[in-house]
């Protein structure tokens, strides 16, 4: 179902994915059509080597649009250009392997209908959650998150599953600030959020089966994310930078818009 004005958009980052971009792209398609509301699908290739690209481009639906960087930045940079694209009023992001089934957003909008939330977020550590993953995953994960609610001022119990809603104002707000390209990205939004008075999060249970084809954590991996984390908090909490990159912001915003009068009166 395709609308000049998106109700829901939905950014899915993707790094050669050939094999499977084109049937799970078809299913959130399915699955959104099923929801009954104008929606948008925004497919963010970063740096994918394979047929990536041209697979997505087979899935012929008019709510579909089809964005490739050449250079491999991060998910995080994916998704943000991802959501620069996106003009739905509830706007967000899943994983494009689909290891959290597509109806999360149909559930996720649904949140939003029913309380005033700023951001649906799915959540392994949610009671109602099914995960299956290995028992070192699991310890690493809790472990972050517990750095993560004693760095930040978040109420939440899992802030890595790669599927989120969002509240548009949020969104305007935030994506202009960020920094993070790779690791630590899904923190940084959700943390930034928060500090601008965005902080009313609700949690989703969801089922995730991973797919490993590595062979675990590596190290370097999670030092990247704890540096990431840690340099999040010190622009927040020490530099206030976000603050004052938000004020730049606005001003850079209202000269711009002071210019296009001058010019539409001249």
Request: proline share 4%; charged share 25%; aromatic share 10%.
């Amino acid at each position: 179902m395709a609308s000049p004005s998106p109700e829901i958009s939905v950014v899915l980052p993707v790094r050669d994915g050939e094999a499977f971009i084109a049937a799970n792209l078809a299913e959130v398609a399915r699955t959104l059509e099923a929801f009954g509301r104008p929606f948008e699908l925004i497919v963010v290739s970063d740096g994918s080597r394979d047929a990536t690209v041209g697979a997505a481009e087979s899935v012929a639906h008019p709510a579909i649009r089809v964005l490739h960087f050449p250079d491999n930045q991060g998910k995080g940079y994916a998704i943000s250009r991802g959501l620069e694209k996106a003009s739905g009023r509830l706007t967000g992001w899943l994983d494009a392997d689909l290891d959290v089934h597509p109806d999360f957003i149909t559930r996720a909008a649904e949140e939003f209908e029913r309380s005033e939330v700023d951001a649906v977020i799915g959540s392994k550590r949610h009671p109602d959650s099914t995960v299956e993953y290995p028992r070192i995953r699991r310890v690493y994960s809790w472990g972050f998150q517990l750095l993560v609610r004693t760095l930040f001022r978040l109420d939440v119990r899992d802030t890595q599953v790669g599927a989120k809603l969002f509240r548009r104002e949020m969104l305007d707000t935030v994506v202009p600030l960020l920094l993070i390209k790779r690791y630590a990205f899904d923190v940084e939004v959700l943390a930034v959020g928060a500090s601008f008075g965005f902080d009313r999060v609700q949690e989703l249970p969801v089922r995730l089966d991973y797919r490993f084809t590595g062979s675990g954590i590596r190290s370097q991996e999670v030092r990247h994310m704890l540096v990431d984390t840690l340099a999040i908090a010190y622009r927040i909490r020490v530099r206030r930078w976000y603050v004052r990159r938000f004020a730049s912001v606005q001003r850079e915003r209202a000269y711009r818009a002071s210019q296009e009068v001058s010019a539409s009166g001249s």
